[in-house]
């Protein structure tokens, strides 16, 4: 069983800053790529960012410049610093884990999703 955990979430005023993690635990032995997504209100889930293990990013383009994507293979764990934000980032953030190798299958993984709300 391999679960995502997020934390970091919460309210921000336009212009701020937050930093959300997602921690990978369980029985597995090496993640592909682990990522973020977000999904606002009626509309659907779209990608942030990627990074895979060799720390290769891909980005959205509504986020470059102002989201870095960083990730810990010894720790599990998978960052999304963002700067800059604007109330356009409201949304539910998703941890995603592709490609995820343990003894019984290879599959991916989602987070439960923490709330990122910008506002004044």
């Known amino acids: 069983q391999v679960q995502l955990v997020e934390s970091g979430g919460g309210l921000v005023q336009p212009g701020g800053s937050l930093r959300v993690s997602c921690a990978a635990s369980?029985?597995?032995?090496?993640?592909?790529?682990m990522g973020w997504y977000r999904q606002a209100p009626g509309k659907q889930r779209e990608l942030v960012a990627t990074?895979?293990?060799?720390?290769?990013?891909k980005y959205v383009d509504s986020v470059k410049g102002r989201f870095t994507i960083s990730r810990d293979n010894a720790k599990n764990m998978v960052y999304l610093q963002m700067n800059s934000l604007k109330p356009e980032d409201t949304a539910v953030y998703y941890c995603?884990?592709?490609?995820?190798?343990?003894?019984?299958?290879?599959?991916?993984?989602w987070g439960q999703g923490t709330q990122v709300t910008v506002s004044s």
């Open positions: 995603y884990a592709e490609r995820v190798v343990t003894e019984v299958r290879t599959g991916n993984y």
């Open positions: 990074i895979t293990s060799s720390r290769i990013t």
């Open positions: 369980g029985r597995f032995f090496s993640i592909y790529t």
